[in-house]
């Protein structure tokens, strides 16, 4: 041997890794979700071979017990998904009812057929009890109050942050997203809170409370800016050091 890689060894390398590989995959992002976050689901075709979605939203959500909490109403037509493509839909957290679900275990399912068959992709997945809530004036002058409430955060470091928009968002370990950009309002409100952003850094109460305010400046410009307002808490156990986050609260300054 001359220190190169037989062709044949090669070839088997590629093809056992392409038999890993061909897979179709049924993913939910971000997985935990906070409540009242949107819910990506994708469905990723890594064969060799087109596959055939049933309608244009051939995907539903079913409770822990098996209960259908949401079906969309698709299109009743074939829709194709050549090799290496995706397709994605969001779900808003509503039922059937259009009514937000409450926490826990939920389960996503998707079908679709091959070029022999019907096959039906389950995925499980969480819904986390993390609020915010806001309250008081939008306007400028006004005092914002933000509460916050994560059941399993108890006694841990949060912190509050604001930003101009929400897409693309930061993304957190574990497939979470953060939504939240990072641009100039969110470091503002990070690094150099007081005396606008009040108590965006605080420890929870043993029931997950804590409670942080916006005190908007008494500026005419800022009437119809709006911005956006989510929090983390910290926990060193956790991926990355985040443990739960919010989804993301709009603020419309009038």
Known sequence: MN??????????????????????????????????QSVLLEIENRTRSTIQLPSSAPWAIYDSQGGLVFGPIGLP???????????????????????????????????????????TLKTLFQIEQVTLTVSGKATPGGRITLNLHAPTSTGRLYQLACALGTKPGIPLPGTRLLELNADPLFFLSILYPYPIFDNFSGI??????????????????????????????LDSSAPGGIGVHSASKTINIQ
């Open 3 to 36: 220190g190169k890689i037989p062709v044949f060894v090669f070839t088997v390398f590629l093809l056992t890794i392409s038999a890993v590989n061909a897979q179709v995959f049924w993913t939910v992002y971000p997985d935990p979700v906070p409540l009242e």
């Open 77 to 119: 037509v074939m829709i194709p998904v050549p090799p290496l493509a995706t397709q994605q839909w969001t779900w808003d957290q509503k039922d059937g009812n259009s009514q937000q679900v409450k926490s826990g275990t939920y389960e996503a399912r998707i079908s679709y057929w091959t070029s022999s068959q019907k096959v």
């Open 204 to 233: 929870t109460s043993k029931s997950g409370y804590g409670t942080g305010y916006i005190n908007i400046p008494n500026s005419k410009i800022l009437i119809g800016v709006t911005i956006y307002t989510a929090f983390v808490t």
